[in-house]
Nanobody, 114 residues
């Protein structure tokens, strides 16, 4: 059984940094991409960043230049978030996408507030 577990969320002041980690247990074959999404209260889930199986990354305009996605290992995806803003407050979810499926974690809360 595949499980994705996010960690690293918390409360941080504007301008601060957090490092989110997504660890996979179980086996996922034919991974196409690993990504991070977020959902703020009252809003739809939105794309944040993605890295493909060959290492090509892309970002939402709102986070480009501040966030960096990377693969610590085949089963660990990291989102480094710098220069955080109050509008980055949301539950952050990681996802792993294959040709046939998409797996999601339960999310980790990020709150940016003074």
């Amino acid at each position: 059984q595949v499980q994705l577990v996010e960690s690293g969320g918390g409360l941080v002041q504007p301008g601060g940094s957090l490092r989110l980690s997504c660890v996979v247990s179980g086996t996922i074959r034919n991974i196409r991409a690993m990504g991070w999404f977020r959902q703020a209260p009252g809003k739809q889930r939105e794309f944040v960043a993605q890295i493909s199986s060959v290492g090509v990354s892309n970002y939402a305009d709102s986070v480009r230049g501040r966030f960096t996605i990377s693969k610590a290992s085949a089963k660990n995806t990291v989102l480094q978030m710098n220069s955080l803003k109050p509008e980055d407050t949301a539950v952050y979810y990681c996802s792993y996408r294959t040709n046939a499926n998409e797996f999601w974690g339960q999310g980790t809360q990020v709150t940016v507030s003074s």
